[in-house]
């Protein structure tokens, strides 16, 4: 692949805009002829077909031939040529990474899940990442000089433009993305993993046409991602988000952001895991009951959720609890964005109806009728797959999206 496109972009030169504009463009909406990307693009079809010819002639772009069309002249169709370079996603997990590779064309072509990886913010943490990514690569089969980014995903505050973490290994005063990046030998760019995970669901999930979207990520942590009018919503830091640290509750509870009463601290993964332990410890009944004493072997959520799946009682009950909870806190969002969409994701949405039903019937009770009537609430369809999904496809939109 010839990489003077590349570096055009970072020269930022018109016609290197315009180029950029055309691959956003058969990202977002696949395959199209010169008519309708010029009709799109609000460009002449002269100069629609002259970059069509040298992206072409660059090996961005792929001639796929004629359009069968009912009459006429049969326009031919031009898309991404899916072979012209390639983009890694890392998501970071509490106990694993999960690693992608997809082509140009956004299609998964390598990818491993639930890579062992204990995170600890450490040095050795970070270089341990760094060893599990290299080691990905060397094992793949492509030429290694077409892969054009990497996108780690990183709990916490993140500022995406400046490639900034102030959460998770923030051990210099240089950006992490060019920490990864001298350590990795790639171009590097970081995102939160919240939002990764919801322009995952955005590209290649459950959304249908949607444009204006709230994803709220129930994990070990709780936040949220926000599209409006189809573009993800950064705020001005890259800091939008941070649902779970709504001061919520008159508790006495630490939240590990260090303030008290935050909606994490009782409507979260880690919310479930404490509130069960204390459960049990109290004498109510669980078929983890058993399990409560092993320090070594430590109950895990993983195995929390699994009990719920298996209609363990007391695991039910606190998932309901923990949905009312979050549905009236939802209902909120829905009064202040009046969304289209409304995706529940993240571990504990693996519940399933165990976590959404509780959800709906609160937000029903706690939201503006008119408001809530447009907006639909559903599971996410990616489910553990859309924070590596969303991973992969912002190592390529950062590249190329104006």
């Not at 109510?284 to 719920?308: C, F, K, M, Q």
Request: glycine share 10%; aromatic share 8%; proline share 2%.
């Amino acid at each position: 692949m010839k990489q003077h496109l590349l570096k055009e972009i970072e020269l930022g030169t018109k016609s290197a805009l315009l180029k950029k504009k055309i691959i956003t463009h058969y990202i977002y909406n696949g395959s199209s002829t010169i008519t309708d990307l010029s009709k799109e693009l609000d460009l002449s079809v002269p100069t629609v077909t002259k970059f069509i010819s040298e992206m072409c002639e660059e090996g961005y772009i792929n001639d796929y031939g004629k359009l069968e069309t009912s009459g006429g002249r049969h326009p031919n169709l031009y898309g991404l040529n899916p072979e012209s370079g390639y983009f890694i996603g890392v998501d970071i997990k509490r106990f694993a990474i999960n690693i992608g590779l997809i082509n140009f064309k956004g299609d998964m072509m390598e990818l491993k899940m639930n890579i062992p990886y204990k995170f600890e913010n450490s040095i050795e943490g970070l270089n341990e990442l760094c060893k599990l990514i290299s080691n990905f690569i060397k094992k793949l089969t492509i030429a290694k000089d077409k892969i054009l980014n990497i996108n780690v995903n990183v709990s916490g505050r993140v500022n995406p433009e400046s490639g900034y973490s102030f959460s998770q290994f923030n051990f210099e005063e240089r950006p992490l993305s060019e920490v990864l990046a001298e350590k990795l030998g790639y171009k590097v760019t970081i995102d939160n993993d919240t939002r990764a995970m919801t322009y995952g669901e955005y590209l290649k999930g459950c959304v249908n046409g949607e444009k204006d979207i709230i994803f709220v990520n129930i994990s070990w942590g709780l936040g949220v991602g926000i599209i409006i009018d189809g573009k993800i919503y950064t705020g001005k830091s890259g800091f939008s988000g941070e649902f779970g640290h709504t001061s919520t509750f008159d508790n006495e509870i630490i939240c590990h952001c260090g303030k008290k009463g935050c909606l994490e601290t009782e409507a979260s993964g880690s919310a479930l895991h404490r509130i069960l332990l204390e459960r049990i410890q109290n004498g109510e009944n669980s078929i983890l009951s058993n399990r409560i004493g092993d320090i070594n072997n430590p109950i895990t959520l993983d195995e929390i959720i699994a009990s719920v799946n298996k209609e363990d009682l007391l695991c039910i009950e606190i998932v309901e609890e923990i949905g009312q909870k979050l549905g009236k806190q939802i209902a909120g969002l829905i009064n202040l964005f009046n969304p289209e969409l409304v995706i529940i994701g993240g571990t504990i949405s693996l519940t399933g109806d165990y976590i959404t039903q509780p959800i709906k019937t609160a937000v029903r009770k706690y939201s503006l009728n008119l408001v809530n009537k447009d907006s639909a609430i559903v599971t996410s369809k990616l489910k553990d797959r859309a924070g590596i999904v969303g991973a992969c496809m912002l190592a390529r939109s950062r590249m190329f999206e104006c």
